[in-house]
């Protein structure tokens, strides 16, 4: 009898510890929409390795990399790494990106053109007014022959960098999340592919013209740079690549969003 209670009392003390390690938490940050959608798949996976992830969802660019190197959050996962590069040179971020995720190839959008060549002079085009975002896309803009940028512009092109503007196009600079609603009163819009999904337009239907996929801009999971070696991490990145996340992303995008790992 003695023998059995003991043996109990250790398992029982067992099931406590492996309670205890299977219950770890974390909070992700990620942008609504395809990010939000896509970790939801992640979740599950993830559990079955004893991570439990809390997605907290948000409405801008800004405040997630905020959120993480705040503590608020664990990890993060919304940003291209050009991103990511900038807010750590300009905030001075402890963040590091530790996994890549999806590419959401930049489209151009119109409520007043159906092909770019049907642009009139003076036509009004607005481009995301963060440095990356803004840069890259004046770079789709230079890929379809409508400017030509300076040499040595690169990813954080701006519009004092437009060298060669044949159609005088006027570039306006919106924040990224109002760039949809900003099509009834502009011409033509350069939205990034989460924002245009989050308000209804389609990639592959209402685009006049799209970045390739190829692109440095894929997207990636981070974390502050104290905890990139802790097993979470590598837990979560390992849910996040898997068979099964990459085959709804394809079933559920259709190309619109392509895994980028």
Request: net charge neutral.
């Amino acid at each position: 009898m003695l023998r059995t209670r003991l043996l109990a009392a250790v398992f029982g003390a067992a099931a406590l510890v492996a309670g205890s390690a299977s219950a770890e938490t974390i909070k992700v940050g990620v942008s609504a929409g395809p990010h939000a959608q896509i970790l939801e798949q992640v979740k599950p996976i993830a559990a079955k390795q004893g991570l439990e992830i809390q997605i907290i969802e948000f409405t801008d660019y800004v405040i997630p990399n905020q959120a993480l190197s705040q503590g608020d959050l664990q990890a993060n996962s919304f940003q291209h790494e050009p991103y990511l590069d900038n807010q750590v040179k300009d905030r001075g971020y402890e963040i590091v990106n530790v996994g890549k995720t999806v590419v959401f190839p930049m489209g151009i959008y119109s409520k007043k053109v159906k092909a770019l060549g049907e642009l009139k002079d003076g036509a009004k085009i607005a481009v995301p007014n963060d440095p990356t975002n803004g840069g890259r896309a004046l770079l789709l803009l230079q890929a379809q022959g409508l400017i030509k940028l300076r040499d040595g512009a690169g990813l954080k092109a701006s519009p004092v960098d437009v060298k060669e503007n044949p159609k005088k196009l006027q570039l306006l600079e919106l924040d990224a999340a109002q760039l949809p609603r900003s099509l009834d009163d502009v011409d033509a819009a350069a939205v990034n592919t989460n924002y245009a999904i989050e308000a209804g337009l389609d990639p592959n239907k209402d685009t006049i013209a799209k970045e390739s996929a190829e692109s440095p801009y894929t997207n990636i999971i981070a974390v502050r740079k104290a905890d990139k070696d802790k097993p979470w991490v590598a837990t979560l990145v390992n849910s996040y690549h898997t068979p099964e996340v990459k085959q709804f992303v394809l079933d559920k995008f259709k190309g619109a969003v392509v895994a980028g790992w």
